[in-house]
Every structure is written in structure tokens, then in C-alpha cells.
């Protein structure tokens, strides 16, 4: 069955670094574009980035831009999420996402001085 783990969450300080992994398993990996998601307190769902398959094309919230890196390794079923100057309203809890419907059981960021 899918399952998608994800670690590399943490509590950092304002203009931080954190690099967030993803362990997919299950199904093949390289066929599938994979998303990250993130959730703060009181708040909906956010799409935050997302990755190709295998042309590695990505797109990025807004908010994230120019701070945020995600990538994958397709030999090691893993994407990640390179999260650099953090700012305080970065902080959420972060969900890998594989479509249709499959989640991560997400990592907590918080970013706090």
C-alpha cells in the first residue's frame, strides 16, 4: 500500500534553515508528480510546492518563493523540501502528498525565537 513518511521537522529560529524529507513506498514512484502541503493552526490546507515526475518541473506558492526548494531523488523514493530564511508564519504542520488522496502524516515546523 502507499505509504509516505515524513521527517526533518523541528523548531528552528526566525531565518532558519530546515530540510524536510518525504519516504515514499508502495507504488512507483517516478510516475507520480508529488506535492507538499502545510497547515497552521486555525487555518486551511495550503498547497506550498510541487514537483514533476520525471522532468522535475516545479511550482511554488507565492509566500514560499525564492525561500523554499523542493526536489527528489528518484532512485531513493524520497522528496524533500529545503526550507531556508523561516519566518514565524512559516510555522504549520507539512504533509507530503502523492495524488489522488494519499498523505503523509506530517511534520511540525515551528518557527519561534
Known amino acids: 500500500q502507499v505509504q509516505l513518511v515524513e521527517s526533518g521537522g523541528g523548531l528552528v529560529q526566525p531565518g532558519g534553515s530546515l530540510r524536510l524529507s518525504c519516504a515514499a513506498s508502495?507504488?512507483?514512484?517516478?510516475?507520480?508528480?508529488m506535492m507538499w502541503y502545510r497547515q497552521a493552526p486555525g487555518k486551511q490546507r495550503e498547497l506550498v510546492a510541487t514537483?514533476?515526475?520525471?522532468?522535475?518541473?516545479?511550482n511554488y506558492a507565492e509566500s514560499v518563493k525564492g525561500r523554499f526548494t523542493i526536489s527528489r531523488d528518484n532512485v531513493k523514493n524520497t522528496v524533500y523540501l529545503q526550507m531556508n530564511s523561516l519566518k514565524p508564519e512559516d510555522t504549520a504542520v507539512y504533509y507530503c502528498?502523492?495524488?489522488?488522496?494519499?498523505w503523509g502524516q506530517g511534520t511540525q515546523v515551528t518557527v519561534s525565537s
Open positions: 502528498y502523492r495524488p489522488v488522496g494519499f
Open positions: 508502495g507504488f512507483i514512484f517516478s510516475g507520480y508528480g
Open positions: 514537483i514533476g515526475s520525471t522532468d522535475g518541473r516545479t
